[in-house]
């Protein structure tokens, strides 16, 4: 069964800081992985998309790193600002099926001044 | 150029009741997608519209129905709500010629719905 689970469930930084969001798949076999940001009440917005070739890609101060041997992305987010609070949800698409994407359930970053 | 607008963008009812939430899509877009997200959870894929017909449908009961309009618009209904029926539904559009893994989904801000 496709999956992706992401880590931590919660975050809360200080302005200025940076963070580390973590995503973990199973969806095989493995086409491209978004990641998007949802601020509360809204429809979520894609930050960046990265197939199996792509190890690195960046949208501004956000990072975003995929190991497709291992399964693992992360979203990097440099000097944090208060409108970064939102949440942050991880996409994987597979190659072949029914092409509907699999989403996880969110990492929730709250930034305080 | 417009993007997804849903309407409306809040809602209360009552367990029982029936409901019908609306969408129309980007510009552009021929297809259709809805997803209920609860709270604190990620999206949930309902079902997919294209060409006026349910392609796809995630699992969910029959009471969640919908119709697409010749206009691409869409409607999403809800019979004999529960109280787990409460959450956000989003509709998402995009365009069949891009049908596949890389397709984009263009995202609206969403129905919250609450079931009392």
Same mark, same amino acid.
């Given at each position: 069964?496709?999956?992706? $689970?992401?880590?931590?469930?919660?975050?809360?930084?200080? $302005? %200025?800081?940076?963070?580390?969001?973590?995503?973990?798949?199973?969806?095989?076999?493995?086409s491209n992985?978004r990641?998007?940001?949802?601020?509360?009440?809204?429809g979520?917005?894609s930050?960046?998309i990265?197939?199996?070739?792509?190890?690195?890609?960046?949208?501004?101060?956000?990072?975003?790193?995929?190991?497709?041997?291992?399964?693992?992305?992360?979203?990097?987010?440099?000097?944090?600002?208060?409108?970064?609070?939102?949440?942050?949800?991880?996409v994987?698409s597979?190659?072949? %099926?029914s092409y509907i994407p699999?989403? %996880?359930? %969110?990492?929730?970053?709250?930034?305080?001044? | 150029d417009a993007g997804v607008t849903?309407?409306?963008?809040?809602?209360?009812?009552?367990?029982? @009741? @029936?409901?019908?939430?609306?969408c129309s899509p980007k510009s552009g877009h021929d297809t259709v997608s809805w997803y209920? @997200?609860?709270?604190? @959870?990620?999206?949930?894929?309902?079902f997919q519209y294209y060409e006026e017909e *349910?392609r796809q449908?995630?699992?969910?009961?029959?009471?969640?129905?919908?119709?697409q309009f010749p206009n691409y618009s869409s *409607?999403?209904?809800?019979?004999?709500?529960?109280?787990?029926?409460?959450?956000?539904?989003?509709c998402a559009s995009s365009l069949n010629r891009d049908r596949g893994p890389n397709e984009k989904l263009f995202f609206g801000?969403?129905?919250?719905?609450?079931?009392?």
């Amino acid at each position: 069964k496709n999956q992706v $689970e992401q880590s931590p469930q919660s975050l809360i930084i200080l $302005e %200025g800081k940076n963070c580390t969001l973590q995503c973990n798949y199973t969806v095989s076999p493995f086409s491209n992985l978004r990641w998007y940001k949802q601020d509360t009440g809204r429809g979520p917005v894609s930050l960046t998309i990265m197939t199996f070739s792509e190890n690195t890609k960046s949208n501004g101060r956000y990072t975003a790193t995929l190991d497709a041997d291992t399964k693992q992305s992360s979203l990097h987010i440099t000097a944090s600002q208060l409108s970064d609070s939102a949440s942050y949800i991880c996409v994987v698409s597979a190659l072949e %099926g029914s092409y509907i994407p699999t989403f %996880g359930r %969110g990492t929730s970053l709250i930034v305080h001044p | 150029d417009a993007g997804v607008t849903q309407s409306p963008t809040h809602l209360i009812k009552t367990r029982g @009741q @029936q409901v019908t939430l609306r969408c129309s899509p980007k510009s552009g877009h021929d297809t259709v997608s809805w997803y209920q @997200q609860a709270l604190g @959870q990620g999206p949930q894929f309902i079902f997919q519209y294209y060409e006026e017909e *349910e392609r796809q449908r995630g699992n969910f009961p029959d009471r969640f129905s919908g119709h697409q309009f010749p206009n691409y618009s869409s *409607e999403l209904n809800v019979n004999a709500l529960l109280l787990g029926d409460s959450a956000l539904y989003l509709c998402a559009s995009s365009l069949n010629r891009d049908r596949g893994p890389n397709e984009k989904l263009f995202f609206g801000s969403g129905t919250q719905l609450s079931v009392l």
